[in-house]
Every structure is written in structure tokens, then in C-alpha cells.
């Protein structure tokens, strides 16, 4: 009985962590989505004035990610953070119309922040710095946080992108989360 309880108790730990389905059309209107996807995103982002839509930021980094695409790439899912929230979009056609999924899940960097120092020779204030890029602060935030000019929080943040081999915030999100980009 206590195994079979802890069995559950995984699964449904398991699920919560999983990313949630949220299907969109080409104006970015929820025509569907997974049980609890919405109310992650209202959870997290704090903005339940659109409802039952999607808020502006979580729009905003769609958007982004649809203009990464190209025509030639089929299904290229993007990550985008948003604070506290990764967003990944990917681009679908159906019988009647192009539509979108995304995927939303619940940031979980402490974990890999942690594994960033030794995976990639991160120094120190190269894992604070990214800490901070990765919550979405500005160069300005993370200079005012760590009592650095904005100058030098972008030479941190060049050589984070250099070890990391990655141009952008999304594509250093996608490495340090293991995902392909």
C-alpha cells in the first residue's frame, strides 16, 4: 500500500513538472489547451486581465519565436524565457490553417545553474550574471544587483555566450536546459 501510494505520489510529481500544451491560432487565440496549462501561465506571469487568453509578455515571446522561424524549418521550437515561465513555440500546419503549439513549463534553473559552473567553466559571477539574464533582468538590473557597471555585466555576458557557444538569451536558456535550438 505505501509503495503504490509513493508510486502515485511520483507520477503526480512527475506530471506538475512536465510542460503544458497550449494550442494557438495564427492571431495567437487559445483554441485549446492541456488541463492546468492557462493556470500555470496566469500562475506565474500574474496577469489574469486577458483571460481566458494569454498575457501580453507570454504573446510578446511567441511572437519573438515566430519571427526566428524560417520557412524552411518545420517544428523549429524556439525557447524563450519569460520570467519565472519558458515558453517554446512551434510552428504547425493543419487541413484548414497554420496554427501554433506552445509548450509552457515552470523554470527550474537551479539545478542547471548549479551543473553550469563545472559543465562550461563558468566563473562565479559568469553563474550570477546568467542567474540573473535567465530570471529576464536588463544589463542595468543586473549592474544595480551586483554593484557592476552595465558595461561590464555585457563583457560577463559575451563570455557566457562565448562558452556556452550561443548568441541569445533563449538559445543560452535551450543550453543550460539540455534542450536542441
Not at 522561424?69 to 484548414?96: Q, Y
Not at 559543465?119 to 538590473?141: C, K
Request: glycine share 4%.
Amino acid at each position: 500500500m505505501i509503495a503504490a501510494e509513493k508510486a502515485t505520489d511520483l507520477g503526480v510529481l512527475h506530471e506538475r513538472d512536465m510542460p503544458k500544451l497550449i494550442i494557438l491560432d495564427s492571431e495567437l487565440n487559445v483554441t485549446g489547451s492541456e488541463p492546468g496549462a492557462l493556470e500555470l501561465v496566469y500562475r506565474l506571469c500574474g496577469d489574469r486581465a486577458e483571460m481566458p487568453q494569454l498575457p501580453t509578455i507570454v504573446k510578446q515571446a511567441i511572437r519573438r519565436a515566430l519571427d526566428a522561424c524560417t520557412a524552411d524549418t518545420e517544428a523549429a521550437a524556439i525557447a524563450l524565457p519569460v520570467p519565472k515561465l519558458v515558453v517554446r513555440a512551434t510552428l504547425l500546419s493543419g487541413p484548414v490553417s497554420q496554427c501554433i503549439a506552445v509548450t509552457v513549463e515552470q523554470m527550474a534553473t537551479r539545478e542547471h545553474l548549479r551543473s553550469a559552473h563545472a559543465r562550461f567553466r563558468l566563473s562565479m559571477r559568469e553563474v550570477d550574471v546568467l542567474t540573473m539574464l535567465v530570471r529576464g533582468n536588463t544589463a542595468r538590473d543586473i549592474a544595480g544587483e551586483l554593484c557592476i557597471s552595465p558595461n561590464t555585466v555585457k563583457e560577463h555576458v559575451k563570455r557566457v555566450y562565448a562558452k556556452l557557444s550561443v548568441s541569445t538569451r533563449a538559445e543560452a536558456v535551450a543550453r543550460l536546459l539540455n534542450w536542441r535550438y
